[in-house]
């Protein structure tokens, strides 16, 4: 049983179009995140929601919006792709809690901009 | 702001061999620290962690002490195996009202012949 799951795992598009990204997590945690990993596989955190509301917004374009209608899911869309959008792109969760606190990763989205 | 530095890879080694895989990290206040594995073509999962200064994480033959006078949480592994083949991720969590963010290392791809 998937404990994160995101779809699609591949994603291919043209440059100027708009997708999205979903994601889901039956771990019922309070918390979901957005991460991007670069070619060189650096990964940098994008967003967080806890309990639905935004608590993470790092430095990322205004072309990406997150959405969470529920605790269980964390979608991603993203307007006007750029090349420069071509990643891997995980999802995860947690529970927050003082001190310390384990992220569960889904499988990855590849994110392939033409 | 916090931040992670991880030695550079790749790293390659044969099987049965000693692994040290160096992890230093920049942070105010007393971060949780944790190494992240993520094996191919996979999400990361969560390898070990350490929540206070001299604290060692340990699972699968993998340790790591958090030193925090050293600043340091190296990731070490006696007798590595061709399955043990992966990026590792080093990361640290602030704690407190970070919510929960992570902040990696540009992680090491580690690929262990027979």
């Known amino acids: 049983d998937t404990a994160v799951s995101q779809t699609p795992k591949y994603l291919v598009t043209q440059m100027g179009n708009d997708k999205s990204i979903k994601c889901e997590q039956n771990?019922?945690?309070?918390?979901m995140y957005w991460y991007k990993q670069d070619s060189k596989k650096f990964l940098k955190i994008m967003f967080s929601?806890?309990?639905?509301?935004?608590?993470i917004n790092e430095t990322v374009p205004n072309r990406f919006s997150p959405k969470s209608p529920d605790k269980a899911h964390l979608n991603l869309h993203i307007n006007s792709l750029e090349l420069g959008d071509s990643a891997v792109y995980f999802c995860?969760?947690?529970?927050?809690?003082?001190?310390?606190?384990?992220?569960?990763f889904g499988p990855g989205t590849r994110l392939t901009v033409l | 702001g916090n931040s992670v530095t991880q030695m550079e890879g790749p790293v390659t080694l044969s099987e049965e061999a000693f692994l040290t895989i160096n992890c230093t990290y920049t942070?105010?206040?007393?971060?949780?620290l944790f190494w992240y594995v993520q094996y191919p073509g996979e999400g990361l999962q969560l390898l070990l962690k350490?929540?206070?200064?001299?604290d060692k994480g340990s699972n699968k033959g993998f340790e790591a002490t958090y030193r925090k006078e050293t600043t340091s949480f190296h990731l070490e592994k006696g007798s590595v195996q061709v399955s043990d083949s992966a990026v590792y991720f080093c990361?640290?969590?602030?704690?407190?009202?970070?919510?929960?963010?992570?902040?990696f290392g540009q992680g090491t791809i580690l690929t262990v012949h027979p």
């Open positions: 995860a969760s947690s529970n927050l809690r003082g001190g310390w606190d384990e992220q569960f």
């Open positions: 771990l019922g945690h309070d918390t």
């Open positions: 929601y806890n309990n639905k509301e935004l608590i």
């Open positions: 942070a105010t206040g007393y971060p949780s």
């Open positions: 350490a929540t206070k200064a001299d």
């Open positions: 990361a640290l969590s602030p704690g407190g009202t970070s919510y929960g963010k992570l902040t």
